[in-house]
């Protein structure tokens, strides 16, 4: 493969994987960076890999989601996994790093790497490059590319601001609370999940809601509030009873079950078809991690909420991949555009590595002449399939267990259903390990 050149934009978390990768295996890689000479608002260091804000990558357990992609992505022999046991620091069950031993590690890796050569240079068009290339360019894409990508790809499949809601594991809603039932249906069953509220717990809700603690805010994040996406705390603060007339409206919602009036419900919208994961209908918030945690858990029936992603807003710019990219990151319209990281639709850091990591693995193997999917029971194959699955509430994505296959036997024991999920996920990697030789 010595005469192959893959170019990859990027020498952020995803691309330093995907290119470390493609010159492991003997292709040539030009790795395109516009750090030092420009950098984006988040990014403060000179190296590659730079983590932008916290230095956790979260649980190391295989039975937590991000733990189990970090076991498949250290089979498959990850940098960024190698870089992080050796930039380790103490931080009780989370894998956190010292983030410049980190970096530096990586980078060091990456510049004395025969097959790469390194482009200190802001892509600007993508034309002017030949051959195949993975844009890895990150949430904060410079704009001069962000234009010449969406001439690519169109406008519409475009989104720069992430006003989300939180998302739900459906296993860890109290069922003998909420209820399934359609507004105005009247009918027992429907897709939505509603939980409801008297007066008294809305009122305890809504005093912890307004008084409740912001995340940081950057300075680049001067967003401005347009009313299709007002975070919930800022709708909450215009009066007690803005949000019984608005998302938490309880017309049209008497439970079935009893018949009773509610004072407001909270809707919780499915979010794949499986009905393993449940959106919180107008609930985007700027609250911080912990504080949703803390707040929105106060909501009946969600006392044992397992947050699989929290809501943010920040920019963010990403692709709308499940109407443009295949199950290998590749544009289903330009075979020789690959996209990685963030801006692909997967969210985190762990996740854009990972994104890296199976693209150089798809191209490694299409040019053996060899087509790739990764196993949809593994957490790598989930994360491949919900970023190319069309869905008209497309979002970054994190690894989450309600995105991977479900068992065919329910296991109702949550740790022994991952657990076993977990061991599934990791013979298949392994198998599939085996197969790429
Ligand atoms: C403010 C902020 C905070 C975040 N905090 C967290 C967190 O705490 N935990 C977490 O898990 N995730 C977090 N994320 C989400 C995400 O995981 C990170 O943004 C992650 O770094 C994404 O990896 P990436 O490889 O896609 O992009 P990046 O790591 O951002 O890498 C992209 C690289 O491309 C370069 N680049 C951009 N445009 C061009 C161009 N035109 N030409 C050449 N080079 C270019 C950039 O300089 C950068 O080095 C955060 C995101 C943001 C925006």
């Known amino acids: 493969m010595n005469r192959v050149q893959v170019n990859v934009i990027g020498a952020g978390l995803a691309g330093c994987e995907c290119a470390y990768k493609l010159a492991n295996a003997g292709i040539k890689v030009k790795l395109y960076e516009m750090k030092p000479v420009k950098k984006s608002e988040a990014h403060k260091s000179d190296d590659f890999a730079e983590l932008v804000c916290s230095n956790s990558l979260k649980s190391e357990n295989i039975t937590n989601a991000c733990g189990l992609l970090k076991k498949e992505m250290e089979i498959l022999e990850s940098l960024f996994i190698e870089a992080a046991y050796l930039a380790r620091v103490n931080a009780g069950q989370a894998l956190a790093v010292d983030r410049d031993k980190f970096s530096k590690y990586i980078t060091d890796k990456i510049k004395s790497n025969k097959n790469i050569e390194i482009i200190y240079q802001e892509v600007e068009n993508l034309e002017e490059l030949d051959g195949i290339s993975v844009i890895a360019t990150g949430p904060l894409t410079s704009s001069k590319l962000m234009e010449n990508i969406s001439k690519l790809i169109g406008n519409e499949s475009l989104y720069f601001y992430d006003a989300a809601a939180p998302i739900i594991e459906a296993d860890s809603i109290d069922m003998n609370i909420a209820y399934e039932m359609d507004r105005y249906s009247n009918e027992d069953g429907g897709d939505y999940i509603n939980l409801p509220m008297n007066k008294q717990e809305y009122l305890k809700f809504y005093n912890e809601l307004i008084n409740a603690k912001m995340a940081n805010r950057h300075e680049f994040d001067n967003i401005k509030l347009f009313e299709g996406c007002m975070p919930i705390e800022e709708m909450a603060k215009r009066g007690e009873k803005t949000l019984v007339f608005g998302p938490l409206k309880p017309v049209g919602l008497d439970n079935p079950k009893t018949h009773e009036k509610n004072y407001a419900v909270v809707q919780l919208r499915p979010e794949n078809s499986k009905k393993t994961m449940y959106n919180m209908v107008g609930f985007q918030t700027s609250l911080s ?137 990791i013979d298949s990697i392994e198998k599939l390990k085996k197969n790429l030789e």
Not at 339 to 348: N, R
Not at 368 to 391: H, R, V
């Open 289 to 425: 991690f912990p504080e949703q945690k803390r707040v929105f858990s106060m909501i009946p029936g969600l006392e044992n909420a397992n947050f699989i992603r929290y809501g943010v807003m920040h920019k963010n710019t990403y692709i709308n991949g499940g109407k443009l990219l295949d199950s290998n990151f590749c544009l289903k319209n330009n075979n020789n555009i690959y996209f990685a990281g963030q801006i692909s639709g997967v969210e985190g850091y762990v996740e854009s590595a990972a994104s890296g990591l199976m693209v150089a693995v798809s191209i490694i193997e299409r040019l053996k002449g060899n087509s790739i999917k990764f196993p949809d029971n593994t957490m790598l194959g989930s994360l491949a399939n919900y970023i190319s699955t069309e869905n008209k509430n497309y979002q970054p994505m994190n690894a989450n267990f309600g995105i991977i296959r479900p068992l065919e036997l329910k296991i109702k024991d949550k740790k022994l259903k991952y657990e076993k999920l977990a061991n599934i996920a």
